[in-house]
């Protein structure tokens, strides 16, 4: 049984981890400011298990823990474009601020695990520069561009966390998660929202059409997540986190969703959003190469989850 910590454990990927761990009978402390993170249904019955700790705190104000944690999971950051858009030298400030508070707190060097989510975006200025043909690989050397724009904040603030944690002198993880989607993660991402849109409006406009993304269900995730991060055989290193398998254009992705909410809308391509990769695939070879006989969820089967929780969901 591990002492395990969890920032960000209201969020989706947060709640999704702490939903295993806590079965296994780990003792987990979820910490969370609620920012984005929802006290919902979902939330408060998982809060109901006597092995979960919740810690309605803020990172930007965290001192210590009475606590020694065997692992650290460090999620809590600004996400989402329309977010780091808002308020870009904001979404620096709370995800360098967060990370450098977290790393003070850790007494014992030696005994705990960090393990940090960055993201897939560190590898947009690759794509966009034309100096990456391939899918998304952790041994690239990364690029920043000369030009720069309010969503770069969120990338360049990952890019420096992981530099960060590296030099940090902790036994560290870091997760380059590639498009997670399932049930309960908000509405500010491309499924939840083309969901939405099927379903409310007569004429749905496609931004980024022909853009390719790969998507990850996020039991998949949990589970790839948790095997590397349990064993002692990884860390110091990163890691992708998605399904390269079913590459799909948004604008397919649309068709997919509009015949499994079985709705009349008028599906259109409209323009492409600035900023937005023209692809987005991850290379899973390093992290399969841990994962022996690795099963993905397909497309199909994840979506029909997804939109049936968002379309019968109480939030
Ligand atoms: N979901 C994905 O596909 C994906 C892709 C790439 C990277 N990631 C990374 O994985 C992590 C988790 O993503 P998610 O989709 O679960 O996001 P999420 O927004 O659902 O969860 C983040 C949580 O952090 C909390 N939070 C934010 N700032 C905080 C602060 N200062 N103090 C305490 N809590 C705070 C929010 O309330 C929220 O509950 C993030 O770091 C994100 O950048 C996720």
New binding site residues.
Partial sequence: MSKILI??G?????FNLAKHLVKKKHKVFL???????KLDYAFESLIKYKNIKLIK????NLKFFKEQFDIIFH?????GVKNVNKNPTNTFY?NLV?TLNLLRTVKNKKKTKFIF?S??EVYSPLIENKKQFTSSQEKNSLLILNKTRPRDSYYLS?LTNEKIVTLSGLNYIIFR????YGPR??FSHVIPELIYKIKRKKICKIYSPSHSRAFCYIDDAVNQILKLSFSNKYYNSIYNIGNMKEEIKIFELAKMIKNIVNQKCLIKKFKNTPGSPRRRVPNMRKTLQNLKNFKFTDLKSGLLKTVEWYLNEKY
């Fill in positions: 920032t960000g209201a969020g989706f990927l947060g910490l969370d400011n609620f920012s984005r993170g705190k803020d990172l930007l999620l809590a950051s600004i996400v709370i967060s989510f993201t897939s990952k998660p590639h498009n997670i993660m908000g």
